[in-house]
């Protein structure tokens, strides 16, 4: 796990240093002496070779020491991070409930009617949730509900001036302008977690256990709900796992089309903008909680699952 | 009963059910991925035929008079900001992002492969690293470094697009084909042909490789609706193919901010490409179920 963590840290810190020196644009400007870029580059480290760069910017990263923003006035990468991280999870933690109480039953369901019209019709609805285009769909509720019928917000994550609002009516208005990013970011997760649980579902019926707790006259509630469904949930819960990198990293499209100041949105436009401590700090902490989420998959695995051990 | 069915059928014809035939003897049966298919040729028909057919030119710019006009009988979905027939638009974008999902599938595919199929074959030493580097990959956020990548990369060629697409997206195929050529590489013909001598390449490449196919056929048909998908998503955030060039991506870049006054340009670069992603997922799910054993005999 250190090697990848090491390995995903050293290609991302290549492919921004693609992205080249963010003191060079200074150097067409006629009034910056070239004195002072030279210092500037020499105080955030920038005359120094790449690979004691990486290693003085990895130990700093280590010890949590993540500095401050070349840009946006200088404030802390931690405070920027901590904002955009605030927004994301907002937005991200919704539609994960979302789209995973919706979602399993019906696939649940699904499995327990194969064939039936509910069945197909889901199917398709799945299949028309994976397929969608995340911002043109942003775009469609966007006009359905924003421009036509004028019943949400456009965009952004709250009115401007609520914040003196009394507590209720800001957080009524702050919901208002989560209903449509969060449909829109749970569309597709719902369609796979009802793909998942209705595979996970008919796999588990068809075993031979649930046969015999049928045959030994058991009512088929217990069947269904005590003997196939704690087993098909495995597969399930795993996934869990694998998707908490997302709730953190955010959606960079969904972001763009409703206007919200998230981590996918803070990560682009560091990186765009050549602002390296922010950009790093970004990329590295999204990329370990990728590696800590496939690490959960796996120990979740084995504790729902006793006949899986990891020696 | 069924499978003596099927070999009488054999002696009275003559013809050898090989598996392939049988594949596309079920898929024919799938109706909804053979639905998909005729949608999908229909879709590249028109993109291909399309702007000769259309009286306009794809970047032909209309009078003032004609600018953002809504669908009428002469442009059936109207213009755009500059006055440029949308319908025109739509089938050269096609032609754009059906490249470039293509393209970029079979480019991550070449990649997938080789590391795949070296993995799989040889193990060991080799494999460790292989695999180590595959799992590097797969744990960096995908859409910033895209983005990234494309805006540094110069030029605004729609190679470019196909090329950072095709970086982020071989670890799958990768892994799938270790994981055929694991198993595979255990069975009686490949230890037969190490037996008489058969170099490890031609073993790879003329023995290995045809018999692990159907996972890889069925990755790819999902492949390239999703990176249609992807280069839409970079062209929407300006990162994508350049305009003037259209793709269906770009040409809902400019939609989202002139959706209060013309809405037709939201609905169809969109739709277009919603139905042939669509048409692409039913026709991999129809695949998958035809090509796997299991589900079938």
Not at chain 1, 21 to 34: L, S
Not at chain 2, 83 to 100: A, E, N, P
Not at chain 2, 169 to 196: C, K, Q
Request: with cysteine.
């Amino acid at each position: 796990m250190i090697p990848l963590f090491l390995g995903v840290a050293l290609v991302t810190f290549a492919v921004l240093s693609l992205v080249g020196d963010p003191f060079a644009q200074m150097a067409i400007n006629p009034r910056i002496k070239p004195e002072d870029i030279a210092r500037l580059r020499h105080a955030w480290g920038f005359d120094l070779p790449w690979y004691l760069r990486f290693f003085k910017w990895f130990w700093s990263m280590i010890t949590g020491n993540w500095g401050v923003s070349i840009f946006a006035g200088g404030k802390p990468v931690t405070e920027l991070v901590a904002r955009a991280i605030a927004y994301t999870l907002r937005f991200s933690l919704a539609s994960l409930i979302l789209a995973f109480v919706v979602g399993v039953p019906i696939g649940i369901y699904s499995a327990l009617h194969q064939y039936t019209f509910f069945d197909y019709f889901f199917t398709f609805f799945a299949f028309f949730g994976m397929s969608m285009p995340t911002f043109w769909f942003g775009f469609i509720l966007m006009m359905i509900f924003g421009l036509k019928l004028g019943w949400l917000p456009l965009g952004g994550v709250m009115t401007p001036g609520i914040e003196t609002a009394p507590l209720f009516a800001r957080i009524l208005d702050q919901a208002k302008y989560m209903v449509l990013p969060v449909i829109v970011l749970s569309l597709f997760s719902m369609g796979s977690w009802m793909r998942y649980a209705r595979s996970s579902m008919l796999e588990v019926i068809r075993q031979d256990y649930v046969r015999t707790a049928r045959a030994k006259g058991l009512p088929e509630r217990t069947v269904i709900f005590k003997h196939a469904l704690r087993n098909a949930l495995i597969p399930i819960i795993t996934l869990l796992g694998l998707s908490l990198p997302g709730i953190i990293s955010g959606a960079t499209i969904t972001e763009t089309v409703f206007s919200i100041p998230g981590m996918g949105r803070l990560t682009v436009d560091a990186m765009l903008s050549n602002d390296y401590p922010v950009a790093m700090v970004c990329l590295l902490l999204e990329s370990s909680l990728l590696i800590v989420g496939n690490l959960i998959a796996d120990l979740l695995y084995a504790v729902v699952d006793p006949r899986i051990r990891y020696s | 009963m069924a499978v003596e069915a099927t070999k009488i059928e054999e002696v009275l014809t003559g013809r050898v059910e090989t598996y392939w035939y049988l594949v596309g003897k079920r898929l024919r049966k799938h109706r909804l991925a053979m639905l998909s298919l005729v949608v999908l040729i229909l879709i590249i028909l028109a993109c291909i035929v399309g702007p000769y057919i259309s009286p306009y030119k794809v970047s032909e710019l209309g009078s003032t008079t004609e600018v953002l006009q809504p669908p009428s009988w002469k442009h059936p979905l109207g213009t755009d900001e500059l006055g440029r027939d949308v319908l025109t638009r739509l089938f050269y974008g096609g032609r754009i992002s059906l490249l470039v999902g293509f393209s970029s599938v079979v480019s991550a595919l070449l990649v997938g492969i080789i590391v795949g199929a070296y993995a799989g074959y040889f193990g060991g030493f080799l494999d460790t690293i292989l695999m180590r580097f595959t799992d590097i990959m797969f744990s960096i956020p995908v859409m910033p470094l895209l983005i990234v990548l494309s805006s540094v990369i110069p030029g605004a060629g729609v190679w470019k697009i196909v090329l950072v697409i095709a970086i982020f997206g071989w670890m799958t195929d990768a892994r799938i084909v270790r994981g055929m050529f694991l198993s595979l590489r255990e069975n009686e013909y490949v230890e037969a042909a190490r037996a008489i001598g058969v170099s490890n390449n031609r073993i790879i490449w003329r023995h290995i490789l045809p018999n692990s196919f159907a996972p890889i056929i069925v990755s790819a048909t999902l492949g390239v609706g999703g990176n249609i998908i992807y280069e839409a998503a970079l062209s929407y955030l300006g990162f994508g193919v350049m305009p003037p060039t259209p793709s269906w991506g770009n040409m809902l870049q400019n939609a989202q901010y002139a959706m209060a006054i013309a809405p037709w340009l939201v609905w169809s670069p969109g739709l277009a490409m919603f139905i042939t992603v669509l048409a692409f997922n039913y026709l991999g799910d129809g695949l998958r179920d035809a090509m796997d054993p299991k589900l079938y005999r």
